[in-house]
Structure formats: structure tokens, C-alpha cells
């Protein structure tokens, strides 16, 4: 099962290690999972296209990704990630991400792995 299948079973609430039930900790679990689907299809997409540029920093290859995919799907990718970078990173003061932007951050993920991945 892919890291995108993990966070959806924590969305619909069946996982058996973390519920929605429990405060403060599915939220930030189903936001490590998304952003590691995002990195994820980020890095499979310059091996197979720019080998080298998976090895930059996540800023440096999603400014290239412009270059190499139309500008909707760059755009997407470099909000989603901004998102989830602030999502996991863990504040007392700050709240957890609600269901509704973990909800539309998978799917905006979902469809950049998409468009990201090998035609098949």
C-alpha cells in the first residue's frame, strides 16, 4: 500500500494505530504521509527525467519543475509542499491541520503524483 492509500485510510478514520479520536496525532501523521507521497513522486520524476535533480533541495526542484511541466502542476506541487511543511511542523500554539485542508492536500498530491508518473 503507497503512502497516498496510508493517509486516506487516517482521513476515513479505519486506521488500527491512529484515529481521528485522538487529538493532535492523526492530523500531523496524515500530513507526514502526504508530503512523503510528494517527495516521493518528485524524486522518482527527476530520476526519470533530470537524473542529479533529485538530490537538490525540495525549494531548488520544484522552482525546476516549471521547466519541465506546465505551470499549473508546478504551482500545485510548490503549495501543497509549502502547506505540509507547515502542517508537520509541530507547535503548541499552533493547530493541527483541520480534516478539509488534509482532505484537499491529498488530493492536490494525488494529482501531481499523477501527472508526475511514468505514462504507462
Known sequence: MDLLDQADLLLRGRSDT????????WPR???FLIRLAL???LTGFWKRSAPGVET?????????LMAYTDVDTAR??????GALCAACHYHSYELAPTFTELRTLHREVTTVATKLSPPV
Open 39 to 41: 517527495e516521493e513522486a
Open 76 to 81: 500545485i506541487a510548490a503549495g501543497a509542499w
Open 56 to 64: 537538490c533541495t525540495m525549494r531548488a526542484q520544484l522552482l525546476c
Open 18 to 25: 491512529l484515529k481521528p479520536g485522538v487529538p493532535g496525532l
Open 29 to 31: 501523521a496524515a500530513a
